[in-house]
């Protein structure tokens, strides 16, 4: 199969012959046209081309498309090994949305009822939203750095990407750009996402002080609401903590993020060690340091979330004063493609700096014009970012799908033609 | 003598047919506007109740910019020294590569 490094997963997505009525709705949803197969026939996936996102497994309406990795008994097993610290990072999607795997409303916020379930399982805890401030930290700074060197002419401290700069959390849209638009590589960020420095960061920082114990006996479990970042998760760049300790002497082969649950994997996990998430009593872990996190790393989730944190961050590095009003409303919503520009005092130089930045979310129907621009060289941004999927995370592959008929009463009076 | 000629009908259709083959053709469409706009809505209310959740835990957060988080800040003080020290591009930096370019895998 082309297109793959050693041992990446290759066909996470794939479509069941039994249930697949070639009804043709999931190639409305797939972006990168993986899917083949004539109206009426039978479909199947093309996974040179698929990026792993998953939109087909929500959206279609026979069920037909299945995620074909699933780690559950895996970690169950490393959860009552006595010996292994299994530790999960959550990300920020999950929290609104396992709710309703277990008859919570639609867009219950549970946090401290995901921790409380976690806790009862086994799992130590990384929040990814910990990790998606780091990320600000990485990729903010990286950027900042950029615009000296570039917009105000200073020197660089050392090797600098392009801009506009692309944010480079979403591993289905780095698969994309991979596939499809090699020549913008550099114009990525080179921060990891925010799950793959929880792993790294887990294996060095926290095998050392938090969780004292030995990195190769931690077993680091992504809980995500994505098909992706388990395509992510095995890429064989992604091993920089064992990196690290050979370079201090402890020999070992092992990856950042062992493996990475689904939303609708964790909720399967935890019925099948009968815990129930809206049962579990409520847990806020508050010493640990590693499960807080700020407001700017839970939004991540949403499309624009990312440019928000960012921005904010981002202006009070260069102005010293903090935002005055931190909900940056153009950036929020859903509508397909979202610009804004903020003018900041540059503190250092007392110039003015007008940052123009970009949220594209839906790969299929928003990016193309964003991207010809950027491929033109005739970009008016210095900083875009891309979800693939509509809406961003909250709306991943790896989300609980037709979750809660609420009323099955309202679900058949909403078929009458009148309503 | 009057002549009859015999004249095929110009419509090979008759009444009954005409009628089912509109009714049916109208079930269809109706079927697929009714699948269509329900799968689109049903996606959206979803995405809208998710993402307002968020907003909400950001709203409640005490700390809300991430370069005021206390406990990133120390695992700057404590171990990787600053965002982009030569430590923290080893462990929080990746590179990508250009996929177009990798052959085949067995």
Not at chain 1, 262 to 273: E, F, G, P, S, Y
Not at chain 1, 366 to 383: E, R
């Amino acid at each position: 199969m082309k297109g793959f490094q050693q041992q990446e997963l290759t066909s996470i997505i794939q479509i069941d012959r039994s249930s697949c009525k070639g009804c043709d709705s999931c190639k409305a949803f797939c972006p990168t046209s993986a899917i083949t197969g004539k109206y009426g026939a039978v479909h199947s996936v093309d996974s040179e081309k698929c990026i792993s996102c998953g939109q087909c497994l929500v959206n279609c309406p026979f069920g037909a498309p299945k995620d074909m990795v699933d780690p559950v008994d895996k970690v169950i097993t490393k959860l009552k090994d006595g010996r292994v610290t299994v530790v999960a990072t959550t990300a920020p999607a999950v929290r609104v949305a396992i709710g309703e795997a277990f008859g919570m409303e639609p867009g219950t916020l549970a946090t401290e009822k995901l921790y409380g379930a976690l806790k009862q399982a086994g799992f130590k805890l990384l929040d990814t939203n910990f990790a998606a401030d780091q990320c600000i930290m990485e990729e903010g700074s990286e950027l900042i750095a950029k615009i000296r060197h570039y917009v105000l002419g200073e020197a660089a401290q050392h090797h600098l990407g392009a801009l506009p700069q692309f944010t480079s959390c979403c591993p289905a849209w780095v698969r994309y750009a991979e596939l499809n638009y090699p020549q913008i590589l550099d114009n990525l960020s080179s921060a990891k996402s925010p799950m793959m420095m929880a792993g790294a960061l887990a294996k060095t920082y926290g095998a050392a002080k938090v969780w004292p114990t030995s990195p190769e006996n931690m077993y680091v479990v992504g809980i995500m609401p994505c098909t992706a970042k388990k395509f992510e998760a095995s890429r064989p760049e992604f091993a920089s903590a064992a990196t690290y300790w050979r370079k201090q002497g402890q020999a070992g082969n092992y990856p950042d993020v062992d493996t990475v649950l689904t939303t609708r994997d964790l909720a399967r996990l935890l019925k099948k060690m009968n815990i129930d998430l809206a049962a579990v009593p409520e847990f806020t872990d508050q010493d640990n340091p590693l499960a807080r996190y700020s407001g700017a790393g839970t939004i991540f989730g949403n499309t624009g979330g990312v440019m928000e944190a960012a921005l904010r961050t981002a202006y009070f590095v260069i102005t010293g004063q903090e935002l005055a009003v931190l909900e940056f409303a153009p950036v929020r919503g859903l509508s397909g493609f979202k610009a804004a520009s903020v003018t900041m005092k540059d503190a250092k130089t007392g110039k003015e700096v007008t940052l123009n930045v970009a949220v594209v979310h839906g790969i299929k129907e928003n990016l193309t014009p964003v991207i010809d621009q950027v491929v033109a060289g005739k970009s008016p941004y210095q900083f875009i970012e891309v979800m693939n999927c509509p809406g961003g995370c909250v709306n991943g592959g790896g989300q609980p799908i037709n979750p809660m008929g609420t009323s099955w009463l309202d679900k058949y009076k909403a078929m009458l033609p009148w309503s | 003598m009057a002549r009859y000629d015999y004249v095929e009908k110009a419509v090979k259709v008759s009444r009954r047919e005409f009628l089912g083959v509109l009714g049916v053709g109208a079930a269809v469409l109706w079927t697929g506007a009714y699948v269509a706009t329900d799968l689109v809505q049903d996606r959206t209310k979803y995405i809208k109740l998710r993402a307002k959740a968020l907003y909400l835990d950001d709203g409640k957060a005490k700390v809300r910019q991430s370069h005021n988080n206390a406990a990133v800040a120390d695992v700057y003080k404590n171990f990787a020294e600053k965002p982009l020290s030569p430590l923290a591009e080893d462990l929080f930096h990746t590179r990508y590569v250009d996929r177009s370019k990798l052959g085949g895998l067995s």
